[in-house]
T-cell receptor
Framework: DSGVTQTPKHLITATGQRVTLRCSPR?????VYWYQQSLDQGLQFLIQ???????AKGNILERFSAQQFPDLHSELNLSSLELGDSALYFC?????????????FGEGSWLTVV | GNSVTQMEGPVTLSEEAFLTINCTYT??????LFWYVQYPGEGLQLLLK?????DKGSNKGFEATYRKETTSFHLEKGSVQVSDSAVYFC??????????????FGKGTMLLVSP
């Protein structure tokens, strides 16, 4: 158990809908990361927050947004869903943003868009 | 930019065979290097890491040495078990001057170990 908690574990929704994925980082971790894993794209970095502020953006679509709340939990919002958004979405956390810090991953949220 | 190249899988071995999964990287700045493992139906778990040149990371019988001169971080295990069947990801983490900081992953290598 990495200590990173993600909900829901599985989600099936229709095209055009909006979903919210939730992440609780490990206790004491200030950095939260979101990744998308799909068969064709592999593991893609989406976005990073550090202590409530956005720090880095990767291949995140404009239809997607995220935030980190004062209690450090984070939410990833996916809207106007398309079939191609079906993927495993990982949240990860680390103490800080320095490269030596280990980044711990949650078990992921499986999103299926039908 | 930053990138990680791993050998393509699947790698198919018999139990107790020697394992090598190659990983090379390109990085701007001085990266830390990681191996993560993903067992079927599960999330990513950190297997081992190394933060500077010539460091050796090790865990559960797996080893990898940070080779700056060859920009490599090959994963090895002397005797694999069926329970090692999983997908292995090599990754790097670097904080360049722009402040952009995240893990960059390779495409993953699937390992299948048969009894």
């Amino acid at each position: 158990d990495s200590g990173v908690t993600q909900t829901p574990k599985h989600l099936i929704t229709a095209t055009g809908q909006r979903v919210t994925l939730r992440c609780s980082p490990r206790s004491g971790d200030l950095s939260v990361y979101w990744y998308q894993q799909s068969l064709d794209q592999g593991l893609q970095f989406l976005i990073q927050y550090y202590n409530g502020e956005e720090r880095a953006k990767g291949n995140i679509l404009e239809r997607f947004s995220a935030q980190q709340f004062p209690d450090l939990h984070s939410e990833l919002n996916l809207s106007s869903l398309e079939l191609g958004d079906s993927a495993l979405y990982f949240c990860a956390s680390s103490v800080a943003r320095t490269p030596g810090n280990t980044i711990y991953f949650g078990e992921g949220s499986w999103l299926t868009v039908v | 930019g930053n990138s990680v190249t791993q050998m393509e899988g699947p790698v198919t071995l018999s139990e107790e065979a020697f394992l090598t999964i190659n990983c090379t990287y390109t990085a701007t700045g001085y990266p830390s290097l990681f191996w993560y493992v993903q067992y079927p139906g599960e999330g990513l778990q950190l297997l081992l890491k190394a933060t500077k040149a010539d460091d050796k990371g090790s865990n559960k019988g797996f080893e990898a040495t940070y080779r700056k001169e060859t920009t490599s971080f090959h994963l090895e295990k002397g005797s694999v078990q069926v329970s090692d069947s999983a997908v292995y990801f090599c990754a790097l983490h670097v904080l360049p001057g722009s402040g952009y900081s995240t893990l960059t992953f390779g495409k993953g290598t699937m390992l299948l170990v048969s009894p």
